[in-house]
């Protein structure tokens, strides 16, 4: 098996410092590209050469592309010319100048690779690290109103220093290479402006821009700007092949090369298991596969089945109490154009010793429904730190299976998990995972009975009727993980959906829902509510899901216990 591999793009992005974009093949910091990823069928001259010590290949984006939207039409985008000032063009040549390593990753899609990837399982592998040695732009065919498109085509070469590549036989070690015309050099960058070309380099007598012998066929202008660009002697050739001076790899060895394969999480000094370094995926030492963190309690490879686990301590309310979210509000603000009226803050009364609170009502045009916030105090928050401590402690012994759940998305390879852990008890809910992933309740916790207590209880003093949930959905965040926009719009959903905060606060934004005749979001939120430890949110009304739809993102480790009442029939 390779040294490093996965099967979803989620799983490197999560468990892979030098790759993490999701949507494009270069992933780069401040213009400094990290990882590039080899995908697909190649473009006109892509090679794979010497074994993959020199691997020349097209990138930067701006390829034809369906731009597609959730309600409406897809629409169509042609393939367009790269400028060396767009993003990922312009961080590679960065990288090129600079003389700067960066990771070259591949997809089992990527037809230059000498072996079958899918055959062992393997839909990613890192191949190692890489430095670019020429870069420059040239014509390629495409299907819009010109016939074809300027494409920047990077040279990468292998970093000596680093072995042989892991997918060769360490007898091929004897590569004829051209001398390194600088010496010796480092993973740090060169101050020297001027990368280290072996290959002849000539000056155009049109723009004055020097460019290397690439082709065989003889030198051309290769500065897109110029009028003799991608010409010989005034005209294009359909045939060209790489001069075998181009194709010999530079002997360059880069000392202090970073290690790849990533470290393995083994203690805290804090004690504290829910920071963002807990959330991401881990590095199988075992079998190289990298997997993203799906299991509360643990780290468990997706292959191998190889668990890694650091216990941690239970964490109090008390610890966030110091939160000031970064808002110039207290508790809730209504945007201007939303028609919400936000009523009077009424003293509610909890009973049972719980001394009173403050419940605050707004209510949605057009009799879409009411929205009610309870809120936490110290005095009626016995309850609610008991059930924080409850679910902390059975999440951790795996009690409660919190789990990360596949989404349904086509635009990703491999699954794709939920960005926070979930358990589903009571009534199967779709929304989580499909029907299969449901606990009953006399099977559940105790910590999600309590919740699920509480909540009917508060919603009963609030709307002044029992509501009889039936399902409860338990949901988990380390720090930096979040709920995405959604609508609690399954079929057979009941019209009260009720929800208990434990732990950090959280921002929840409600916006209007995307319709046939306005597919694109408003930018701007009708309503942001701040959710603390011990608070009761109450959406009443099904026009709240048909009209809205909701995210939550919480400052820091936080549970959420939302109950529905879901139609069996």
């Avoid at 939207?69 to 400028?83: L, S, T």
């Avoid at 480092?186 to 290959?199: E, F, T, Y």
Wanted: hydrophobic content about 35%; glycine content about 8%.
């Amino acid at each position: 098996m390779p040294p490093i591999w996965a099967e979803s793009r989620q799983e490197v992005c999560e468990s892979f410092d030098y790759f993490r974009s999701y949507q494009s093949g270069v992933y780069s910091l401040k213009d400094i590209v990290k990882g590039y990823l080899l995908g697909g069928s190649p473009a006109s001259r892509d090679i794979f050469h010497c074994g993959g010590r020199l691997i020349v290949s097209h990138g930067g984006g701006k390829a034809e592309s369906i731009l597609d939207y959730r309600v409406g039409a897809a629409r169509f985008q042609q393939a367009q010319d790269q400028e060396a000032t767009d993003k990922s063009v312009r961080a590679l040549l960065k990288s090129y100048t600079d003389k700067r390593p960066l990771v070259l990753l591949a997809d089992d899609k990527y037809a230059l690779f000498p072996y079958d990837l899918s055959a062992s399982g393997c839909t990613y592998v890192v191949l190692g690290l890489y430095w670019i040695s020429h870069a420059w732009a040239e014509y390629q065919p495409a299907s819009n109103g010109c016939g074809r498109v300027v494409r920047w085509k990077f040279a990468f070469q292998w970093c000596e220093g680093q072995g042989n590549p892991w997918w060769i036989s360490s007898e091929s070690d004897d590569v004829d290479m051209l001398p390194d015309p600088i010496g010796g050099c480092r993973s740090a960058p060169r101050q020297d402006p001027s990368p280290p070309d072996a290959v002849v380099n000539m000056a155009c007598n049109k723009c004055s821009q020097k460019s290397p012998v690439v082709y065989s066929q003889g030198w051309m202008c290769l500065n897109p700007s110029c009028t003799s660009f991608w010409s010989i002697g005034g005209r294009e050739l359909e045939q060209l092949d790489y001069d075998a001076s181009f194709l010999r790899p530079i002997k360059t060895v880069f000392t202090n090369l970073p290690e790849l394969r990533p470290a393995k999480l083994v203690e805290t000094m804090d004690s504290i298991t829910t920071s963002y370094a807990f959330s991401k995926g881990w590095h199988c030492e075992k079998c190289g596969r990298l997997s993203s963190r799906f299991k509360w309690e643990h780290w468990e490879c997706s292959h191998c089945q190889l668990i890694h686990k650091i216990p941690g301590r239970l964490r109090t309310a008390k610890e966030f109490w110091h939160q000031r979210p970064p808002a110039d509000f207290l508790h809730s603000q209504v945007g201007k154009q939303s028609e919400i009226i936000a009523c009077r803050p009424e003293p509610f009364e909890l009973g049972d010793g719980g001394g009173f609170t403050n419940h605050l009502t707004f209510i949605l045009p057009n009799e879409r429904g009411r929205i009610h916030l309870l809120l936490g105090t110290p005095l009626a928050n016995k309850q609610a730190d008991e059930i924080f401590r409850q679910y902390q402690e059975q999440a951790e012994e795996g009690e409660l299976l919190l789990r990360r759940y596949p989404l349904r998305l086509k635009k990703l390879r491999g699954t794709f998990l939920t960005n926070y852990f979930s358990q589903n008890s009571g009534e199967p809910y779709q929304y989580v995972g499909g029907t299969g992933n449901t606990v009953p309740f006399d099977k559940a916790p105790s910590s999600v009975c309590g919740a699920l207590a509480l909540i009917k209880e508060r919603s009963r003093l609030a709307l002044q009727k029992d509501i009889p949930f039936n399902e409860i959905l338990s949901a988990a965040y380390m720090e930096k993980q979040k709920m995405s926009f959604h609508s609690d719009s399954e079929r057979g959903l009941g019209p009260v959906v009720a929800s208990l905060s434990l732990g950090s606060a959280a921002f929840m934004h409600f916006r209007a829902r995307a319709t046939s005749k306005e597919p694109k979001h408003s930018s701007s939120n009708v309503l942001t509510l701040i959710l603390r430890h011990g608070d009761v949110l109450i959406m009443q009304g099904d026009g709240i899901q048909r009209h809205y739809e909701h995210t939550v993102i919480p400052m820091n480790f936080r549970i959420a216990a939302t109950a529905r009442w879901i139609g069996t029939a």
